[in-house]
């Protein structure tokens, strides 16, 4: 049994800083692709960064160069940091964990969310 559990967001002014973090209470496989999501009330969900067990990240270009991802396999936990937030940043941030296309065994496991809000 995998569970993600995000914890971190809360309320911040515009310009400031969050950093969000997902700690899974069972096992993940190292090779796993690890990644943060977020959904707006009525929007789709969106990717908002990954990062593969080497290290690869990947930013949506709306948060490039302002949020950093990284993981730590020897806790099981992934972070999101979060700087010069704006109010469009506002949504639920979901952790997600993820086999990487070169792995045999399928998985696809999500977090409950954390709410940020960037709001003044």
């Known amino acids: 049994q995998v569970q993600l559990v995000e914890s971190g967001g809360g309320l911040v002014q515009p310009g400031g800083s969050l950093r969000l973090s997902c700690a899974a209470s069972?096992?993940?496989?190292?090779?796993?692709?690890m990644g943060w999501y977020r959904q707006a009330p009525g929007k789709e969900r969106e990717l908002v960064a990954t990062i593969s067990s080497g290290g690869s990240t990947n930013y949506a270009d709306s948060v490039k160069g302002r949020f950093t991802i990284s993981r730590d396999n020897a806790k099981n936990t992934v972070y999101l940091q979060m700087n010069s937030l704006k109010p469009e940043d506002t949504a639920v941030y979901y952790c997600?964990?993820?086999?990487?296309?070169?792995?045999?065994?399928?998985?696809?496991?999500w977090g409950q969310g954390t709410q940020v809000t960037v709001s003044s």
């Open positions: 997600n964990a993820r086999n990487p296309p070169v792995f045999r065994s399928k998985y696809d496991y």
């Open positions: 069972g096992t993940i496989p190292s090779i796993s692709t």
